[in-house]
């Protein structure tokens, strides 16, 4: 099986400040992100020395930890991708620079203004740690917001994820204590919406 690699950011460490300062991204990609990876590629080694020699394994430890670690990584890289500096001027959205994304809010939640507010409380009520996700699903056609607690708890098939946000306590702590409210109203200066509407029209 191929393992799984810790991608580069699209931006230096620094790019994001104000919002999320430099020391907190350095240590959220190279060292939480970095874990995710390792940990899911020992787990991928563990199942396929296994297979090679006949081996019995915990598969009911196994399968929770490759779905905490999978989930983790892959959100993590989603994440990284939704965001970009303030100065690029990627973060407003609008029918104009993002029209499929903008209009598809404006159709399932009224307006950007009532999407904000819904995704907002649903990051900062996660219980511990987890996330918030938009999400599209294709099949019925229309948008969701999901919390998700951890990395893989309440998530729900068939959802292609648009946007993620990280409430972790390792995503804020050094910049904001305690105060996650206040990281994700700074959040959303920091949201890639061009990002956001291509993986919109990729589906
Ligand atoms: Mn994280």
């Known amino acids: 099986?191929?393992?799984?690699?810790?991608?580069?950011?699209?931006?230096e460490y620094n790019a994001l400040e104000p919002y999320m300062s430099e020391q907190v991204l350095i240590l959220h990609h190279t060292k939480h992100h970095q874990a995710y990876v390792n940990s899911a590629n020992d787990l991928i080694t563990k199942l396929e020395d296994a297979r090679k020699n006949n081996l019995e394994l915990d598969f009911k430890s196994i399968s929770k930890a490759l779905s905490f670690n999978i989930a983790g990584h892959?959100?993590?890289e989603i994440f990284w991708k939704i965001m970009a500096p303030e100065s690029s001027g990627k973060n407003k959205p609008s029918i104009k620079d993002t029209p499929k994304i903008s209009e598809q809010i404006e159709k399932d939640f009224g307006g950007f203004d009532r999407f904000k507010k819904e995704f907002s409380e649903t990051a900062k009520s996660v219980e511990g740690s987890g996330w918030a996700l938009?999400?599209?699903h294709k099949e019925h056609g229309n948008l969701n917001i999901i919390q998700i607690e951890?990395?893989?708890?309440?998530?729900?098939?068939?959802?292609?994820?648009?946007?993620?946000?990280?409430v972790w306590e390792h995503s804020y702590y050094l910049d904001y204590k305690n105060d996650r409210a206040k990281f994700v109203e700074n959040w959303w200066n920091i949201v890639?919406?061009?990002e956001v509407n291509h993986r919109f029209t990729q589906i």
């Open 74 to 76: 892959i959100l993590h």
């Open 150 to 166: 951890k990395h893989n708890v309440n998530l729900y098939p068939e959802q292609k994820i648009l946007l993620a946000l990280d």
């Open 134 to 136: 938009l999400t599209w």
């Open 1 to 11: 099986m191929e393992k799984y690699n810790l991608p580069n950011l699209l931006y």
């Open 192 to 194: 890639n919406w061009q």
